[in-house]
C-alpha cells in the first residue's frame, strides 16, 4: 500500500503512530518527492545518523523550510552549527546546565509550579496546559536568562506563534516571520541592557565570556550572537517541557494503574519521565542535511537532501522495545533519544526531566484523582514540536 509520510498534515499532528509503522516495516528510507525530503525512521538508523554529523549535517538548518532551501544557515545559532565551532559555542551555555546547577534550580522550580498549582486546587476543572503547562517552563527558562517577569509570558505565546504552521505548508507563516523578528529584537535591546546593568544571570555572564577561534586567537561574542542565544534556549526551554507535561498528564489519565504507582510512591519518577518521552517525545523529529551518499537497510539516502530523523518513530521500534505501543513506567530505559541524541542532544535535556518529574510530583499530590476530558484535547500544529494545546482536566 502507497502512502505519503507529510509532517504537517493532520495525520501527523494529530497522531501518526500507524504511519509510523509503515515506515519502519515498509519504507524504513523514505523519500517524499513532493516536500523533497528523506526521512528515517528505524532505531538503529536514527541513532546512526544522529552520531554521523560529519554525513548528516546541522549547518543547513534543522527546519524542513531551512534545509529545502540548500543554503547553509547564517543565523550562527548553536543548532544549526557543526563542529569544531558547534563544540565550542556549546561549552559557552553548558554551564548552567551542568547537573550540580540543575539541581540547584529544584527549590525554584518548586515554588514557580506552587504558585501556578496552588489556585488551582479550588476549581472544579481547569486546562493544565493554558493554566499551568504552558506557563511554568518559561519562567523557568527566562529566570536563568535573566529576563524580567513582566516579559516572560509574552516571549512564550511570540514562540507559540513563530513554531505555528499550517495544515500542509511547511513554511512559516506571515505572524510567525513578525513573532520570530519581534523576539529577535526583543532580546538583542535586552542583551544591551545587561551591558548596561549586568546581573548574575545567563545573558549577563555571556557578554563577558571569551571564544577561542582555531588560530588561537579570542573574542567576545557580540549582541546579535548572545541575542541569538537567548532566542533560542527561551524556545527550546519552554516548548519542550509543557509539551512532555501535557503529554504525561493525558497517557497517565488513559493508565490508571501506572497513575497509582505515582499517587502510592512506589513509582520511579525519573523512569516514568523516560517513559513519557520515548511514548510521546514531544520532538517528533529533527532535520538534517545530507552532505554525502549514506546507505542503509532498505535503500540509499543520497547527497545533498533534508533529512528528517523521526524519533517519535524509533522509539517505538519493535526490533529495539518490546511491546512498544504499551506505556509502562516501570519498563527499564534503553538508550535514550527522546531529547535528541549526538552532538545535538538537548543542552538543558537534565532541567527538562527534573522540571517534568517535579511536576508530577506536584500534581499528583494535590489532584490524586482526576480525569481528562478526551472530547476537547487540542493538539498543536507546529514546526518539530508535537502535543496538546489544551488538556482539560478535573477532579474525581
Not at 527566562?142 to 513582566?150: F, R
Not at 551591558?195 to 567576545?220: F, N, Q, T, W, Y
Not at 517525545?281 to 546507505?295: F, I, K, L, M
Request: aromatic share 8%; glycine share 6%.
Amino acid at each position: 500500500m502507497s502512502r505519503a509520510f507529510d509532517p504537517f498534515s493532520d495525520e501527523f499532528f494529530n497522531d501518526p503512530y500507524d504511519l509510523y509503522r509503515w515506515l519502519r516495516d515498509e519504507q524504513p528510507v523514505y523519500h517524499n518527492p513532493d516536500l523533497g525530503f528523506y526521512a528515517l525512521s528505524r532505531f538503529d538508523d536514527v541513532v546512526r545518523a544522529h552520531r554521523d554529523w560529519q554525513t548528516f549535517s546541522s549547518n543547513f538548518g534543522v527546519t524542513l523550510e531551512q534545509l529545502r532551501s540548500g543554503r547553509r544557515d547564517a543565523t550562527g545559532s548553536i543548532i544549526t552549527i557543526d563542529p569544531p565551532d558547534h563544540e565550542r559555542l556549546r561549552k559557552l551555555v553548558s554551564r548552567a546546565f551542568t547537573p550540580r546547577a540543575v539541581a540547584a534550580m529544584e527549590p525554584l522550580i518548586r515554588d514557580i509550579q506552587s504558585s501556578m498549582l496552588d489556585p488551582l486546587t479550588a476549581d472544579d476543572s481547569f486546562d493544565l496546559v493554558g493554566d499551568f503547562a504552558a506557563r511554568f517552563p518559561c519562567e523557568v527558562i527566562s529566570t536563568i536568562l535573566g529576563v524580567p517577569e513582566a516579559d516572560r509570558q509574552a516571549i512564550r505565546h511570540r514562540t507559540d506563534v513563530m513554531l505555528h504552521r499550517e495544515p500542509g505548508n511547511p513554511n512559516t507563516t506571515d505572524a510567525g516571520i513578525e513573532a520570530a523578528i519581534a523576539n529577535g529584537v526583543y532580546f538583542y535591546e535586552l542583551v544591551a541592557e545587561k551591558r548596561r546593568h549586568p546581573d548574575d544571570k545567563m545573558i549577563s555572564l555571556l557578554c563577558d565570556v571569551e571564544v577561542e577561534a582555531d588560530d588561537g586567537s579570542r573574542h567576545r561574542l557580540d549582541d546579535a550572537e548572545i541575542a541569538g542565544f537567548a532566542t533560542l534556549i527561551a524556545a527550546a526551554g519552554s516548548e519542550t517541557v509543557t509539551k512532555l507535561v501535557a503529554n504525561a498528564v493525558v497517557e497517565f489519565s488513559r493508565n490508571p494503574d501506572q497513575w497509582n504507582r505515582v499517587v502510592d510512591g512506589t513509582a520511579d519518577l525519573s523512569a516514568a519521565v523516560e517513559e513519557v518521552l520515548r511514548y510521546l517525545p514531544p520532538s517528533q523529529y529533527q532535520g538534517r542535511y545530507s552532505v554525502a551518499d549514506a546507505d542503509f537497510d532498505g535503500g540509499t539516502i543520497p547527497a545533498g537532501h533534508p533529512v528528517l530523523l523521526i524519533t517519535g518513530a524509533a522509539t517505538r521500534d519493535p526490533r529495539v522495545y518490546a511491546d512498544p505501543d504499551r506505556f509502562d513506567i516501570t519498563r527499564v530505559p534503553q538508550l535514550a533519544v527522546g531529547l535528541g541524541h549526538g552532538i545535538h542532544a538537548c543542552l538543558g535535556a537534565a532541567l527538562a526531566r527534573l522540571e517534568s518529574r517535579i511536576a508530577i510530583e506536584e500534581i499528583a499530590r494535590r489532584w490524586p484523582r482526576y480525569e481528562v476530558d478526551e472530547s476537547r484535547l487540542e493538539r498543536v500544529n507546529m514546526s518539530n514540536v508535537a502535543g496538546y494545546a489544551s488538556v482539560p482536566m478535573r477532579r474525581t
